[in-house]
């Protein structure tokens, strides 16, 4: 709100407001150093701005020209001063018959000096131009927000009204502000208490002491252009109950408006037709006496009611404006993770097209390898085979000559013949072509990158021309490396592809029942039922829990948006975990019921037996674990079994129908299901005795064991639905559970239940 107590030419709350014909609102101070006199010899006005009514009364004798030139009489004089005939009275007054006391107005130019001005217009036909300064001046005021010019009267700017009530709302927020800030402290102060506020940043809206301000705030930077005042005043101290404006103290009453026609008499009409508050005066003198006038009160709740229906417009406008905001600045989040997706997809892509051309480079390079490798291979074959055969016919030519420096003719002709078939032997070896190479030096290998080039040259992103009809969504990604078992539970995550335009309005996640069998729709969703077919939502992550062990489960998942749904993904393939590992569950647990050691051992605070259960559930499959006896006083009656998810915790487990159980003291065990009593079985349990449960919901039946020997034959068969481990003790027994335990391969003879 500060902004509207603003004064749009000083920028400091305004101090005795005046409202300017446009609605606007300036200082009386600053409407003096804006206003501007143009004398009558170089300004005309405009002929809509000559006055329709009766002139003003002439000026009082002796007034001169000269008591109109100085600047204060004319721009703040109460009464009229001033000379000339009716003509320039009638272009100073810029009355009309429904004169409210405010001068006409027109969009101006600018002047040279960047304050706008009325107008200029040519002198009217037949008028004589009088000497510079010979006339009176006429004064006009540029308000500094629309630009609109506004001509004063002989009243000056006391014929422009004050804004009382804006003047009245200064002064309240400057008394609110001081008592806000009768202890203004720092709001960056490490210190307790906090030191005295030095400075107020105007910008920041944050207090800052003296030595806070050098380390947080320093006058450089972004900083620099911050506009930095005293912090508001004490209400007691110097200046802290306001600047001007004419107004009482916080505790004196406010006095009532005056006309500004008539100091004596206060408001008490409305004129319709000026738009203004009148006096019974002003009624009576004939100004306003052909008037549509109402009575003053009844406007005021008019127009009040008026502006409260306005504001309802415009609070739901800032409504739509603040949620815009939060959606804007959702977008800048979106864009800033989709512009790094789009570089990582980018990098990704680029990466791929610079590994590809490094694997295609290795590949040419070793086509290179090779055919220099063969072309060097032929080359030294051939200079081995001719250093070969040059060796040998250098030796046979040395020997023919020595040969034939022999004398002896008998001993030459012996072996002559031979001789010379060697040497025609040797002579026919250098044939045609022996003595050429057999391989080129150069190369036939020619690499033809130029289409390559011009594609990479070309590589550019596909810009979408056109957005309408949208496309369905394209395939989803699954991660991976975030898909993941647990137990008997399954996480699996996805993706859209970086660079998709196509939006997305949801997913549906399709899960398999773990037999092989087909995807179906999901109808419900519960961790301990099986039916985990399908997510649909927004999100990109889901687990699902209660699922089978030692099963396979296969999932997909796809897009949709208004135009359908997109292709399935890649079927991902999950195994759950073959044996259970799970603790006693403190949330679902009766609350005498006393956890420790990780939620593994488990106790009693009341001597009556209390239920707790554990945090797997079994459907399917094969399950065994065991409880061991820590402590064990006073021959209690523990009893161990399982049970539904909403069995009944306060008494024994397996009195209701939720429940079975063996129950068991230090001699004998029976088995109990709706508080019904069979197969008592000698041998009970003590301290360190260990107790196995195996539940077989392939047989669909229930066997304890006690120290590793069954105990009685199975005790229930024919169960089947969803089942958690359960336990029920007092406090004279402690157990700690034991899972993750493979099915004993051998069982031994179960003892026989006595009849």
Not at 180 to 194: E, G, H, I, N, T
Not at 448 to 460: T, V
Not at 466 to 490: G, H, W, Y
Not at 692 to 715: E, M, R, S
């Amino acid at each position: 709100m500060e902004e509207e107590l603003k004064c749009p030419v000083c920028g400091s709350l305004f101090r005795e407001p005046i409202i300017l014909p446009c609605s606007h609102n300036v200082c009386l101070p600053c409407a003096r150093t804006i206003a501007v006199q143009t004398p009558e010899s170089e300004q005309h006005l405009p002929p809509l701005l000559h006055s329709r009514g009766p002139a003003p009364p002439a000026a009082a004798p002796g007034a001169g020209p000269g008591a109109a030139a100085g600047s204060a009489a004319c721009l703040d004089s109460e009464s009229a001063a001033g000379g000339g005939g009716g003509d320039h009275a009638d272009k100073l007054s810029l009355h009309s018959e429904t004169d409210s006391g405010y001068g006409s107005y027109t969009p101006s130019l600018k002047s040279p000096n960047g304050v706008r001005v009325l107008p200029l217009v040519p002198a009217p036909p037949g008028a004589a131009a009088a000497p510079r300064g010979a006339g009176p001046a006429s004064s006009s005021l540029t308000c500094p927000q629309c630009h609109r010019s506004a001509s004063l009267d002989q009243r000056g700017l006391r014929g422009f009204q004050r804004n009382r009530l804006l003047e009245a709302i200064v002064q309240r927020y400057q008394q609110g502000r001081a008592a806000a800030a009768a202890a203004a402290k720092c709001q960056l102060c490490d210190r307790s208490p906090p030191e005295p506020a030095a400075v107020l940043c105007e910008q920041c809206e944050v207090l800052y002491c003296a030595a806070c301000q050098l380390r947080c705030h320093p006058a450089r930077g972004p900083f620099a252009k911050h506009r930095l005042a005293p912090p508001p005043a004490h209400p007691g101290a110097p200046g802290g109950g306001g600047d001007g404006g004419g107004g009482k103290g916080a505790g004196g009453g406010r006095k009532l408006p005056t006309c500004a026609e008539h100091d004596l008499e206060n408001y008490s009409m409305y004129c319709v037709s000026c738009r203004s508050p009148v006096c019974y005066q002003c009624l009576e003198e004939g100004k306003h006496n052909k008037h549509d006038v109402k009575a003053l009160g009844a406007m005021w709740k008019q127009h009040k009611a008026q502006l409260s229906q306005a504001l309802n417009g415009v609070s739901d406008k800032a409504k739509e404006a603040k949620e815009f905001l939060v959606q804007l600045k959702n977008l800048l989040q979106q864009i800033q993770e989709n512009g790094l997706d789009y570089e990582a997809c980018l990098v990704a892509q680029c990466d791929a097209l610079v590994d590809a051309l490094t694997r295609q480079k290795a590949k040419l390079l070793t086509k290179v390898t090779k055919e220099r490798e063969h072309k060097l291979k032929v080359v030294w074959d051939q200079i081995n085979h001719c250093t070969l055969k040059l060796r040998q016919s250098t030796g046979l030519m040395e020997y023919c000559l020595e040969v034939i420096k022999e004398n002896d003719p008998s001993g030459f002709l012996q072996i002559s013949d031979a001789l010379i078939k060697r040497v025609q032997v040797s002579q026919e070896q250098w044939v045609k072509g022996a003595l050429e190479p057999k391989v080129s030096a150069e190369f036939d290998l020619t690499l033809d990158s130029e289409p390559l080039l011009q594609s990479i040259h070309q590589l550019d992103f596909i810009q979408m021309k056109c957005r309408a009809p949208v496309s369905v969504p394209p395939v989803p990604l699954l991660q991976l490396e975030k898909c993941c078992t647990r137990n008997n539970s399954v996480t699996l995550a996805w993706r859209m592809p970086p660079l998709s335009h196509n939006p997305v309005e949801g997913y549906i996640l399709e899960l398999d029942d773990g037999d092989g069998g087909q995807f179906r729709v999901r109808i419900s969703f519960s961790i301990y039922l099986c039916f985990f077919e399908v997510y649909v939502g927004k999100e990109t992550l889901c687990t699902i829990d209660g699922l089978h062990f030692n099963s396979t489960y296969n999932a997909r998942v796809k897009a949709f948006n208004s135009s359908g749904v997109g292709p399935y993904s890649k079927t991902v393939i999950l195994q759950t975990s073959d044996v259970a590992w799970f603790t006693f569950d403190p949330s679902s647990a009766h609350r005498d019921i006393v956890l420790s050691n990780d939620n593994q051992t488990a106790t009693c605070n009341s001597y009556d037996d209390r239920v707790v259960l554990g945090t797997a559930a079994f459907s399917k499959g094969v399950h065994y674990w065991e409880l061991h006896v820590d402590r064990y006083d006073n021959h209690p009656d523990p009893a161990f079994g399982i049970a539904r998810i909403n069995v009944v915790k306060d008494m024994m487990l397996g009195k209701d129908d939720k429940a079975w159980a063996m129950y068991v003291d230090n001699n004998r065990s029976w088995f109990m299901h709706c508080n019904s009593h069979t197969n008592r079985t000698e041998g009970g349990v003590s301290k360190g005795a260990t107790v196995g449960v195996l539940l077989d919901l392939n047989k669909h039946n229930l066997t304890f064991y006690i120290n590793g020997q069954q105990q009685g034959p199975p005790a229930f068969e024919n169960i089947e639905g969803v089942f958690m481990p359960a336990l029920s003790l007092n406090r004279n027994v402690q157990v700690t559970l034991h899972t993750g335990l493979e099915v004993p391969q051998s069982v031994k003879q179960p003892k026989l239940p006595n009849n």
